[in-house]
C-alpha cells in the first residue's frame, strides 16, 4: 500500500493529469504495438489491438489509490477482458519507452497547434501590413525618435521573426518526431520486433536510433522550451511597442478587447495586450522549470525529465497559445491613427538624415560634411527656438549650405524620406509591396507544410483509433 503523501502528491496528481491530457497518446502507442507484435507473429496480439480500440471508447476508471498509473489501470481492465491478449500486450514493452512515446506525441500535438496559431498570427500581421504600406510613422532607437518608416516595415519585421519561429517549430518537429518504443527499459528487447514499423503506425518518422537514448534524453524537451522562450521574448518585445502605441492614442483596440474604469469613463485600458504580455512571461517561466527539471540529473530513465516535466509543458504550452492568440485578435482590426502619426513624424527631426543626404547629393560633398553641417543647422534652429520645419533655404544659404526651397521641401517631408527608401528590405512602399506578398507566399508554403503534418497525424489517430482497423504489414 503507497503512504498517503506519495499518493497525495505524487501518484494521485500524476493519474489526474494522464487522464484529462495523456490517455489518447496512451492508447495509440499501445495498439501501435499491438498491431506490431501481431504482424511479428506474437500470439493474441492482435486480439489485444481489438480490445484496446475497444476500450478507448469507454469512460476510462477514475482513481484507484490500489493502482499505480494508468497503465497499470489499463493494463488490469485488458486482462479481465482477455488475459492472454493482455499478456501478449507486455511482449518487448517497458513503461519507460511508453512513456517517452506518449511524451512525444503529446509534445507534437501541442507543437502543432501552438504552429497554427503563430501562422495565424503571421497572417494578422501580414493583413494589418496591407492596410498600412503608406502609414508613416517615427522608430524609435535607444528610446528616441529615431527616422521616419511605415507601419508596415515594423509589422512585416515582426513576420520576419515569426518565420524564422516557425522555422525552428518545424526543425524542432523533426527532432520530436522520432518513436521510442521498442527501446523497452533500455536495452531493447530479445523478442523479433519492428520498430520502424510501429513508428509508421504512430506518424513517426523513424524510430530514435538507439534504445539508451530513447528513454534517457531529454534535449528534445528543453529545444522545445527553448523555442517557446525564443518566440514568447520576440512577442513580449512587440505587446510593449504597442501598448505604448495605445497610451499615446496612436492605435486602439476594438471594444471587445478595452475595459473601462469605474471612476473615470474617458479610459479605454487596452488590457488584452496586457493579459498577453502576461502569458508570454508565464511561457519564459513554464520553460525555464522545464530547462531546470533536465538539469544536473542523470541521463537515464528517471522522472525529474518524465512525469513531473509533462505539467510545466502543459503551462507553457497553454500560456503560449493564449498569448498568441489575445495578441491576433488585438492586430486583427485595430484603430490607427495615421494623421496623428504623420504629424509626429512632421513635427520632429526624424528626417534630417535625408538632409543631409540631399546636401551630400547636391553638391558632392561626402556624408560626412553634411552631417557635420546639419549638425550646425540644428544648432542654429535650436538657439533660435524653431523648429525643424520651419526652416527655409535662406537659412541654408546664412551658412553656407545650398539647397533650393524644392528640394528643401522634399527632404524634410516624412513620406517622401520613405519612399526614397528604396534598398532591399527598405520601407519604400515600391518595395514593401512585393516584400509582402513574398511573405504571404511563404506563409502559404508554411500552412501547406502544417497541413500535410496534420493530416498525416489524424490520419494515424484515425486508424489506431478506429474499430476493424487492418494492420499494416512490415
Known sequence: MWHDTYLRTVLRPDYDYASEHL??????????????????????????????????????????????????????????????AAGALRTALSRNDLDMTIYRLSARQRLMRAMWRVLNLRRAVLDLASREVDTVMVAYTHH???????????????????????????????????????????GGTSFPIDRDLTARLLAFDRPVENTYDAVSASDWQVELAGMITTASTTLSRVVHDLLLWASRGLIGLEDGLVQGSSVMPQKRNPVALEHARTKFSKAIGGAQSVILSCHNVPFGDINDPGPDMQPPLNGMWQDFREGVELLTVSLNNPRVDREAWLREAQSGESVVTELADALARQDGRGFREAHAGVKIVLDHLHAQGRPLASLKAEDLEALNLDLSETELRAALDPAAFVARRTTYGGPAPAVMRPALDLARTRLDTDLQQHSDQTTRFVGSRTSLESVGAGIIKS
Open 144 to 186: 528616441q525618435p529615431a527616422q521616419p518608416t511605415t507601419l508596415a516595415h515594423y509589422l512585416t519585421a515582426v513576420e520576419n521573426v515569426l518565420a524564422r519561429d516557425t522555422a525552428r517549430m518545424f526543425g524542432a518537429l523533426a527532432r520530436v518526431n522520432l518513436c521510442p518504443m521498442g527501446a523497452v527499459a533500455l
Open 23 to 84: 490517455l489518447p497518446h496512451l492508447f495509440d502507442s499501445l495498439t501501435a504495438h499491438a498491431e506490431m507484435l501481431a504482424a511479428m507473429g506474437v500470439a493474441h496480439a492482435d486480439e489485444a489491438a481489438r480490445h484496446l480500440r475497444e476500450l478507448r471508447a469507454d469512460p476510462f476508471p477514475p482513481y484507484d489509490p490500489l493502482i499505480e498509473d494508468v497503465f497499470f489501470t489499463l493494463d488490469r481492465r485488458l486482462a479481465a477482458l482477455a488475459p492472454e
